[in-house]
């Protein structure tokens, strides 16, 4: 597979960390099996030194290497030079309507303009352009379970919001191997296409 230029979330991903690699010295990734309302969340991780991440030639051998059976994903969590991880915030919506992404804004505050949107399919990926501590990432994972208010449809997936918060890092899928999904994420034109 190659990457399409520009519509998928790995340029947007490579472009934060270029921005940031004397800083990160790992990415983490995994191929994983979703099932449906299960609580255990079946994955094979691996990591990829920033060099070969940024060649997107080894991510497409890593994407040619994920099983028929599973899909790829992108994690936040990200190894630095001094043995810490940060993360780069990610978002999970439910919703397959663009104008809902406004709902983000009273939220995150000024966090909503760094995010970029990709539609995956039925619903929209949100990736944040600067790295950001691990309790930071915390709050930010607290603050979209807020932006769901009762008795209307989720605004952000809930499920995922869980999942993450027990693994400790935010996933998002960057392949279309299974009729599960419809379709790659594809980078979302304006107004929510990038910062200001």
Known sequence: MTLPSDDHPYWHVRDVLLRGAEQTVRVEMSYYKYVPQAVVDDRVIFSMPIFDFLNARSVEDR???CPSDCEMAIHSKLLTSCGAFLHLPMIDMSTGSAAQLEKLKPILGKDFSGFV????????????SKMIEHDHWVGLMGKLLLANQVGVPHTVDPRWVGHRLIAGYAALRWTKNTNHYVDMPKKLKSPYSGLP
């Open 117 to 128: 949107w990709f539609k995956s399919g039925r619903s929209y990926h949100g990736y944040g």
């Open 63 to 65: 994407i040619r290497k």
